[in-house]
């Protein structure tokens, strides 16, 4: 008798300290419920190995940032390429919403600043005052298809882990990006964060699930 009782009272204190981790567990893919924080990220790109045309360029940060939950009305803006000619030195212009929890919004900003970056964003205010529902979703950008990511990317994919990610929700998981100057690797540059992306929504998914 005296066995069976330890045996139980052994289960249950087990059973009590576990409960802290699994309720850990459960908090950590639980949805967090999230904003729109509006922005402008202006930053300089030099290529040693890789030049650009400021369309292709455009395409693909844009394309990178809708992947780690940028909102879809996204604008990219690249000056001072030459003249149909790919260039490897020019000025990328950043306009977008990006989630962020609640919690973390900005308390306050100017309103004209903000009024000025909806209009370039083309998206109405009420829009993006409204709070949804996200998660933390790792993303393997090397190996997402959509981007179609190539070894001589290595430069831009620089640029953007060093001076626009830290803007983001965005943390850093994995981080394989060395770029040699003037030598194209063999390897796609890897880059594996975890974003907070907007949750679809449930007509959204029952579309998808039927298709």
């Known amino acids: 008798m005296r066995n069976r009782s330890r045996k139980t ?13 699994a309720s850990q567990a459960a908090d950590s893919s639980a949805p967090v419920q999230a904003g729109w924080k509006t922005q402008e990220i202006r930053y300089s790109y030099t290529g040693f190995t890789t030049a650009y045309d400021c369309d292709a360029a455009e395409d693909r940060i844009r394309a990178i940032l809708r992947a780690l ?10 000056q001072g390429c030459t003249l149909n000619r790919p260039s490897r030195n020019f000025f990328i212009t950043i306009t977008t919403a990006t989630p962020v929890p609640v919690a973390d919004l900005p308390k306050a900003s100017a309103p004209t600043s903000r009024d000025e970056l909806l209009k370039r964003l083309g998206v109405p205010a009420n829009k993006l005052d409204e709070t949804f529902p996200a998660e933390w979703k790792t993303v393997q950008l090397s190996r997402d298809r959509k981007l179609d990511l190539e070894p001589g990317d290595c430069e831009l994919m620089e640029g953007l882990r060093d001076h626009v990610l830290p803007k983001l929700s965005v943390k850093i998981q994995a981080d394989r990006v060395q770029c040699i100057p003037r030598q194209v690797s063999l390897q796609t540059p890897e880059l594996t964060v975890s974003a907070l992306v907007p949750m679809a929504k449930p007509d959204a998914a029952a579309g998808k ?3």
């Not at 939950?69 to 690249?78: I, K, L, N, P, Y």
């Open 9 to 21: 009272f052994l289960a249950t204190l087990c059973g009590s300290l576990l409960l802290p981790l």
């Open 209 to 211: 699930t039927k298709s």
């Open 69 to 78: 939950g940028a909102h879809e009305q996204t604008r990219v803006s690249a």
